[in-house]
């Protein structure tokens, strides 16, 4: 089964999910694919019911991520499996056997850091009790039963760990998953139409990016873009031959996405 497309949804306001799942279910009656979906604008709305702040941990070297202390951690778990039962339930609206890979299926699993070193009021500080992670391991296990059986599998960004779920990047996670079961194409859907050299500028976008242009092309990526390429060169180096950044807010996102309408990736 080496024809496996993984699709990383963004979770952010503006992603049109039901779209996605239209195109998504298009495609998996072709091929088999597997689905990580991010929870941004599900997190900040729970969040904002339940008067839990908002905040962010930000690395000396510039790195941007969702605090999630513990009871953050909680509403994100809540968050994740709300938007995974979502897309699953849209995608069996459209005819296509789907199975959420969530509670003790999760097949992500990662490390948490005892420490995390955040400037905080303009001064490095050390913090304790955040729950985020980098992937360790992916248990390819559940994802190829459901592939086998005709589904396809939709995974959150959590990863299993000692000290329970852990928040962690959707774009890396999905570059994770997508080595780990050997994908032969993963795409990254954005809010925008991929990479540009000199942001927003039409003119500067990159249609394609090899080998010799990985270093430059995280130097042309800012915000949030900058994940995104990370987790392209990721998914390269474990080995899945094409990666696309593409834009998540047309017709037929992922479609348009293979057909060339994004920022191609290969090294």
Not at 152 to 179: K, M, Q
Not at 220 to 229: D, I, N, S, T, Y
Request: overall charge positive; proline content about 4%; aromatic content about 4%.
């Amino acid at each position: 089964m080496n024809n496996v497309l993984v699709v990383k949804v963004g979770g952010q306001r503006g992603v049109d999910l039901e779209r996605c799942a239209e195109d998504i279910a298009r495609i998996a009656r072709t091929r088999p694919v597997v689905v990580v979906h991010g929870v941004s604008a599900m997190m900040d709305t729970l969040c904002a019911e339940r008067g839990l702040p908002v905040r962010t941990l930000t690395s000396p070297s510039g790195h941007s991520s969702r605090y999630t202390d513990p009871a953050t951690r909680d509403v994100f778990v809540e968050a994740a499996e709300r938007v995974n039962a979502q897309l699953v339930s849209l995608l069996r609206q459209h005819g296509i056997a789907a199975h959420g890979l969530t509670g003790a299926n999760v097949p992500l699993w990662g490390d948490r850091k005892d420490t995390v070193r955040a400037v905080v009021d303009g001064r490095v500080r050390i913090v304790r009790d955040d729950y985020s992670g980098a992937i360790s391991r992916v248990d390819a296990a559940p994802i190829r039963r459901a592939l086998a059986a005709g589904e396809v599998a939709v995974v959150p960004p959590l990863a299993n760990s000692a000290d329970g779920f852990l928040n962690v990047d959707g774009d890396r996670a999905g570059a994770a998953l997508a080595g780990g079961i050997n994908a032969a194409e993963y795409l990254i859907l954005s809010g925008v139409r991929g990479l540009y050299r000199q942001f927003p500028d039409e003119t500067s976008f990159v249609p394609q990016v090899s080998g010799r242009d990985m270093d430059a092309a995280l130097g042309w990526a800012e915000g949030r873009m900058k994940r995104k390429v990370i987790g392209a060169q990721e998914a390269l180096r474990a080995g899945v031959p094409r990666v696309i950044i593409g834009d998540g807010r047309v017709h037929a996102p992922i479609s348009a996405a293979l057909d060339g309408a994004g920022t191609e990736f290969r090294l």
